[in-house]
């Protein structure tokens, strides 16, 4: 297997495996985001307490579960960076922190106009509220320190150790609600077996969340190849290809 | 479909404000990401090869002087 997966690490694979991929991932997103919005705003009944506020719904849980899913996306790479000294890895936590920032706030504010008519607040100081904008700080954090050091690859491994350090996040923010007593409800989708909820609200829900998922995929890909490029970009590998790009669009 | 017209789709049962409040706020900032990334990768481009013109630019002085 290693022998497999090793040439990936080398920056000419890594961006054209990011480019072969990427185009699959965008398609895939679109169909899932379209269809699950369509239908969690159209078809999708209005909840029996919250009305047809639940509609926020659609896109603030996959926005939460993937602004996680981001951290947990870059915590695996910079696991991998450390260990096996893989820079391909650094780019990677670089290329996906600005996506997590995004999908965090997205999960704030989203949740901040349903708390209004539903708890009759924008925020509470509450467990589950308080680590998702730490989560924020914690993206911020890691872009703002990678761009402190001129060495690209000491910022690299110092981005490396603060993502994995703050990866201790994610499990308080995911038991918050069980650890606390919150005005945030638990989970609803993500217990074993049967979810707490109607299936017409289900399904838009779980495509969605996918939807984000592929999303994640597919920006992670671009954004990488760009880090890809701003790093290797007096190689001749990339003079070749820019090229050869000129001869067809880019 | 769940609404009987257009004016009560977008009246959201009275939730107006919050729920076109998320949902605009979520479109704005997934179609910013996408549109800054994609943006990034056309500049590097350009950068890389308007680095190639001036190398080919000063090369050719080169030969140039020396004949």
């Given at each position: 297997?290693?022998?497999?997966?090793?040439?990936?690490?080398?920056?000419?694979?890594?961006?054209?495996?990011?480019?072969?991929?990427?185009?699959?991932?965008?398609?895939?997103?679109?169909?899932?985001?379209?269809?699950?919005?369509?239908?969690?705003?159209?078809?999708?009944?209005?909840?029996?307490?919250?009305?047809?506020?639940?509609?926020?719904?659609?896109?603030?849980?996959?926005?939460?579960?993937?602004?996680?899913?981001?951290?947990?996306?870059?915590?695996?790479?910079?696991?991998?960076?450390?260990?096996?000294?893989?820079?391909?890895?650094?780019?990677?936590?670089?290329?996906?922190?600005?996506?997590?920032?995004?999908?965090?706030?997205?999960?704030?504010?989203?949740?901040?106009?349903?708390?209004?008519?539903?708890?009759?607040?924008?925020w509470?100081?509450?467990?589950?509220?308080?680590?998702?904008l730490?989560?924020?700080?914690?993206?911020?954090?890691?872009?703002?320190?990678?761009?402190?050091?001129?060495?690209?690859?000491?910022?690299?491994?110092?981005?490396?150790?603060?993502?994995?350090?703050?990866?201790?996040?994610?499990?308080?923010?995911?038991y918050?609600?069980?650890?606390?007593?919150?005005?945030h409800?638990?989970?609803?989708v993500?217990?074993?077996?049967?979810?707490?909820?109607?299936?017409?609200?289900?399904?838009?829900?779980?495509?969605?969340?996918?939807?984000?998922?592929?999303?994640?995929?597919?920006?992670?890909?671009?954004?990488?190849?760009?880090?890809?490029?701003?790093?290797?970009?007096?190689?001749?590998?990339?003079?070749?290809?820019v090229?050869?790009?000129?001869?067809?669009?880019? | 479909?769940?609404?009987?017209?257009?004016?009560?789709?977008?009246?959201?049962?009275?939730?107006?404000?919050?729920?076109?409040?998320?949902?605009?706020?979520?479109?704005?900032?997934?179609?910013?990401?996408?549109?800054?990334?994609?943006?990034?990768?056309?500049?590097?481009?350009?950068?890389?090869?308007?680095?190639?013109?001036?190398e080919?630019?000063?090369?050719?002085?080169?030969?140039?002087?020396?004949?």
């Open positions: 297997m290693w022998k497999w997966l090793h040439p990936w690490a080398k920056a000419e694979k890594a961006y054209q495996l990011c480019g072969r991929l990427s185009p699959w991932f965008g398609i895939i997103c679109l169909g899932l985001l379209v269809t699950g919005s369509v239908w969690g705003l159209l078809f999708a009944p209005p909840d029996y307490q919250q009305g047809e506020s639940v509609r926020i719904i659609y896109i603030h849980v996959p926005a939460s579960i993937l602004s996680m899913g981001a951290y947990a996306a870059m915590t695996i790479a910079a696991f991998i960076a450390l260990v096996w000294q893989i820079k391909m890895s650094e780019l990677y936590i670089i290329a996906v922190a600005p996506i997590g920032i995004g999908f965090t706030l997205i999960a704030l504010l989203t949740g901040a106009a349903w708390g209004k008519p539903m708890w009759g607040t924008w509470v100081w509450d467990a589950r509220l308080t680590s998702e730490i989560l924020l700080f914690i993206y911020i954090g890691i872009l703002a320190l990678y761009n402190a050091f001129e060495d690209k690859n000491t910022a690299g491994k110092a981005v490396s150790i603060f993502t994995l350090v703050g990866s201790i996040n994610l499990p308080i923010i995911h918050s609600v069980v650890w606390w007593n919150t005005l409800q638990g989970a609803t993500s217990k074993m077996g049967k979810p707490s909820m109607e299936m017409s609200m289900y399904w838009p829900l779980l495509m969605n969340i996918i939807g984000f998922g592929f999303l994640l995929a597919y920006l992670g890909c671009v954004r990488m190849q760009n880090q890809i490029l701003l790093r290797e970009k007096h190689r001749p590998w990339v003079k070749k290809m090229m050869e790009g000129d001869n067809h669009a880019v | 479909m769940q609404f009987e017209s257009i004016e009560a789709f977008l009246a959201m049962g009275g939730y107006a404000t919050y729920v076109w409040l998320s949902w605009g706020f979520t479109l704005l900032v997934l179609i910013a990401v996408t549109v800054a990334s994609i943006q990034k990768t056309k500049q590097i481009h350009k950068e890389v090869r308007e680095s190639l013109t001036r080919k630019r000063i090369n050719q002085a080169k030969e140039a002087d020396l004949l």
